[in-house]
């Protein structure tokens, strides 16, 4: 049977397709709405089961996917595939890369130190012992490792990342362009993790991708509220 799922031509089979087939790109989608309910720590563990179809049992459904666009994000499906395979590298040390993603934002943006409860500390020595700034790396982090994790499913990241968006209209003086500032330190420190894994292949996919979470959170950020009523 061919189905259209968003933008991904797929065609369901009881049959584990060749992993050598360079069409094949197996992606999970959270594709229930009460699996998207499901905790954080919960839905990694049910991603973490998209392994290649060469160690996968043979009695699951199977998704083979014909790589094509999706104009929402600008990444084809072994776009997305290649990045979420890429991620597992830096989902293992996102603490290290969020901290070097922050130390090189706020050495090219330091008029942003405002915005933060840890602003006051100037020396990275000082912000490395900060148990504020610690925890606020790791909040941002978790929210990227969610979102690039997800891309298999773009309707649930942009909604995720809307709402992250909106939540900054809390902040004083607080504007969109502000989040378009992460883009170069966040490739950097993804860039210092990955080494010799990050190919001039990877870093194009990469921008894509930060460009669509940034444009995301800014459609979250400038989105008119609802009128209640």
């Not at 999706?70 to 991620?87: A, E, F, V």
């Not at 000082?126 to 990227?144: E, G, S």
């Not at 298999?152 to 809307?162: K, P, S």
Request: with cysteine; proline share 5%; net charge positive.
């Amino acid at each position: 049977m061919v189905a259209e799922m968003g933008c991904t031509l797929s065609i369901k089979t009881d049959k584990c397709p060749s992993p050598f087939d360079p069409d094949v790109y197996l992606i999970r989608l959270p594709s229930s709405p009460v699996e998207k309910k499901l905790p954080l720590e919960i839905r990694k563990k049910i991603s973490s089961t998209a392994k290649p179809c060469l160690n996968r049992s043979p009695q699951r459904k199977w998704i083979r996917s014909v790589s094509v666009m999706d104009t929402r994000c600008s990444l084809t499906t072994r776009d997305k595939y290649q990045i979420i395979k890429s991620w597992k590298g830096i989902a293992r040390d996102l603490h290290t890369t969020g901290v070097t993603m922050f130390l090189r934002m706020f050495q090219e943006h330091d008029d942003l130190r405002k915005f933060f409860k840890f602003g006051d500390y100037k020396e990275s020595s000082d912000l490395l012992q900060n148990k504020i700034f610690q925890n606020h790396v790791m909040l941002v982090m978790h929210t990227l490792d969610e979102a690039i994790c997800s891309m298999g499913d773009t309707d649930y990241v942009m909604e995720m990342l809307r709402g992250v968006g909106k939540s900054h209209r809390r902040l004083p003086e607080f504007n969109f362009m502000i989040f378009s500032r992460i883009e170069e330190p966040f490739l950097i420190a993804v860039k210092e993790t990955l080494g010799d894994r990050y190919s001039a292949n990877m870093d194009n996919i990469y921008r894509k991708t930060v460009k669509f979470i940034i444009r995301e959170l800014s459609q979250g950020f400038n989105d008119t509220p609802k009128a209640i009523d």
